[in-house]
């Protein structure tokens, strides 16, 4: 009998979140995302690492993590009070096991969610609270390949006439990854998967051998790629590879219609008890304000498109995961053996997804995906279907060094492909303002690196630059434009812009002369605090 043919498949997981941290707000409700994200995704995800390590499961899978929630991750403060939110959350889940000790079918699921908090607890401690650790730990074991993401997640495309910012961008996050990681990122993912021409050139400089696209940005390169999307482009003049999207394997966990995370039998995202029962029965998980928050217990399943919802139950959704993986690992073998008989390479499908989607928006999504690497590992059962490698961007790289060469198109994986998702009539407004702060912070950096004063600036200056590359977030235009807490984004857009011209403007009055703001530099410096060692001369054109 023949061999199957080999195929490789690249499971990449963004993990990202806005830098959100307001000591002066005892509770933020912007801060429950991060909170939510720990509990519901990157804590179970980390349990399907343990659990495939532990049973020699090979899982070769990239993961990038974004510098700020890096920064949130390991910020005291912040884990100070995921503690104090977990301890809230487990003691509503007592309480609900004594609201519904009378409801065979709500207590069964009660008792779920009891337990499962007090075996992810006891993994948290177990990591010492210290999440990137752990993947630093998975990543020197040789289970996962961890790589970064711009500093802010700014969007590039929109950035390519403002370069230093763009360069900045790159290299705060190349420089964050070494200090943590004690290596240097070997590939990068583009906030949006946004990539303009010339982009490569900061990443040539930072000396990161990779990125992601979506499938159109390799399509409508500059040359055609022989392989379509199942080989990485190297980028002409710098040989940065660039692995573009499959649009199938992203269809079958993204789409709303047929997606697999609108089965039935899931549990539904939309049902929670945080708006279902009155407020007494929800403390002491009710903020300070009596606004409604999800909770995470959720005890009804999808089961159709009413309002009309059955109980949820944990064993059935999770033999459907179980169902879903080995129907996604089967339509890969078969991509993968018709791919294979086309081209002189293994072919690659690139499956990139954000992996707040595993666990928070799909609660089964962690069980979906150590099923699919458990699935994966197995051989294959019929003859057309390939035998699937899990493999990393850069073990790719290394089996084929010599890559066509072509420079991707201006793409996006946002709305239309382009650019537009973040701007456009609801957004629009913060380009000019973040442009005309760059050249300004450009120009007065100038000024100051030529003036025997530039000590007395040098904080300022560098703050300056902070509330900058904070403004750029691409998040905050996301927001606008998807309507969900506008409020918020604007005012964050609005408050960095603002602080950054009160830090520029003290620090012109102190190269004229005048006394340093020493107090509003450090008020702002306490609040936000990441990139410590952050200089203002990377936003500087003489230094590009």
Request: hydrophobic share 40%; glycine share 6%.
């Amino acid at each position: 009998m023949a061999a199957h043919p080999l195929g490789a498949f690249c499971l990449v997981l963004h993990h990202h979140l806005p830098y959100v941290r307001h000591p002066e707000h005892p509770r933020s409700l912007e801060e429950r995302w991060l909170f939510e994200a720990i509990t519901e995704s990157y804590l179970p995800l980390i349990r399907a690492w343990r659990s495939l390590e532990r049973d020699g499961i090979p899982a070769q899978v990239t993961v990038s993590l974004s510098p700020t929630l890096i920064f949130m991750l390991q910020d005291d403060l912040l884990r100070e009070r995921y503690a104090q939110f977990f301890k809230e959350l487990r003691e509503l889940a007592a309480r609900e096991l004594q609201r519904t000790a009378t409801r065979r079918a709500e207590h069964a699921i009660a008792r779920f969610y009891a337990e499962r908090l007090d075996h992810l607890w006891a993994l948290y401690e177990q990591l010492d609270g210290d999440l990137v650790n752990e993947y630093k730990r998975l990543q020197q074991a040789g289970r996962l390949e961890v790589i970064t993401s711009s500093a802010t997640h700014a969007f590039l495309p929109l950035m390519m006439n403002d370069r230093a910012s763009a360069r900045a961008q790159i290299q705060l996050a190349a420089q964050q990854y070494e200090q943590i990681f004690g290596r240097k990122t070997s590939g990068i993912w583009l906030a949006e998967c946004g990539f303009a021409p010339g982009i490569d050139e900061f990443l040539a400089e930072a000396q990161i051998r990779y990125f992601f696209t979506d499938a159109h940005g390799l399509l409508n390169a500059s040359s055609a790629p022989v392989y379509g999307v199942y080989a990485p482009l190297a980028c002409k003049g710098t040989g940065v590879a660039a692995f573009g999207r499959d649009l199938a394997s992203s269809e079958q966990v993204w789409s709303a219609q047929t997606g697999y995370p609108g089965d039935p039998q899931y549990r539904e995202f939309y049902r929670d008890i945080g708006f279902d029962l009155p407020l007494k029965d929800l403390e002491p998980c009710v903020p300070p304000d009596g606004v409604r928050v999800a909770t995470g217990l959720k005890y009804h399943r999808v089961t159709g498109p009413t309002n009309d919802k059955d109980w949820y139950d944990p064993d059935a959704a999770r033999a459907k995961a179980a169902e879903h993986a080995r129907h996604f690992v089967k339509s890969r073998r078969q991509q993968l053996a018709h791919l294979a008989g086309m081209m002189d390479r293994m072919p690659l499908i690139v499956a990139p997804y954000d992996a707040e989607l595993f666990g928070h928006w799909w609660f089964e999504g962690p069980d979906f995906i150590e099923f699919l690497i458990r699935e994966a590992a197995k051989s294959p059962q019929a003859d057309d279907e390939a035998e699937v490698r899990l493999c990393t961007p850069s073990q790719y790289l290394s089996a084929y060094p010599i890559l066509q060469s072509s420079t991707p198109a201006l793409s996006s994986w946002g709305e239309g492909g382009f650019a537009q998702y973040w701007c456009n009539e609801t957004n629009e407004w913060i380009y000019r303002y973040l442009h005309t702060a760059a050249q300004q912070l450009s120009s007065l950096g100038e000024r100051a690196l030529k003036s025997p004063r530039l000590s007395l600036v040098e904080a300022a200056l560098n703050q300056a630059a902070r509330e900058l590359i904070l403004a750029q977030s691409s998040d905050f235009a996301f927001m606008m434009r998807a309507g969900t807490t506008v409020k918020y984004a604007v005012q964050r857009t609005e408050d960095h812009l603002a602080a950054f011209k009160q830090l520029c403007d003290g620090a012109e009055a102190c190269l004229n002369g005048a006394d340093p703001n020493d107090h509003f530099v450090q008020k702002r410096q306490s609040q936000w605090n990441l990139f410590p060692q952050l200089d203002f001369r990377l936003f500087c054109e003489s230094r590009l």
